[in-house]
């Protein structure tokens, strides 16, 4: 069965060009040209969303907001420009990546690509415990400390998953990027420096144990 995807992009002709590429490389294609429509057609239950930031009325960003506690799926915006502090808005906001316009539909056409890959693998997952009290389910994408769950968003969680999965090792902050984003990291230290503060609050307020060291220099690493 191919996988659905939703494009909500406020001009008919970049919605219509990535229909006709995504559509020739075997996918179910949605289109939406505002939010409002975006919101009527997620009964399709899309597997991927590629979402403008920049349109009329109800933002990309704010719909994402809206539409993240609903929806599972890899988000990506589409934007014609972004700064490290536009990324940590979007990131905030339940996104999983960025595409720039303009952008070469086959790098567009990996990113979805790997995305999906990536969502089939989590589904696959198991559970895993680390210590006796913390429980991180790759594929409900969950981590509970004392059967109470710990709220991630959807990026936090990501990092776990590359950390967790991959015990003691150390990453840099650009790989540890490429790791959970998917492709290039350069010049993201701050987006995953904040998503690794964030991290550690909320584990804090649950009051389990920081399981992120910070190798000073090198990077992060998960304890054994």
Known sequence: MSHKIMIVDD?????????????????E????????????????????ILLDVNMPGMSGLLLCKQ?????SCPILFLTAAVEDRDKIQG??????????KPFSIDELGARVSAHLRREQRRQTAASVHFGNDLVIDYAGRTVNYKEQPIPLLNK???IIEVLSQNVGQVFDKEHLYQAAWGLDGQ??????????????????TAGARQMIETVWGAGYKWIK
């Open 11 to 27: 001009e008919p002709e970049i919605a219509s060009m990535l229909k006709q590429y995504l559509s020739l490389n075997g996918y």
């Open 29 to 48: 294609v949605i289109t939406a040209l505002n939010s409002q429509e975006a919101l009527d057609k997620l009964q399709f239950q899309p597997d991927l």
């Open 67 to 71: 539409i993240r506690d609903y929806v």
């Open 91 to 100: 990131f905030a906001a339940g996104g999983d990546d960025y595409i720039t």
């Open 156 to 158: 936090e969680f990501d």
């Open 187 to 204: 010049g993201n230290n701050s987006v995953v420096a904040e998503h690794i503060r964030k991290i550690r609050a909320k584990f804090t």
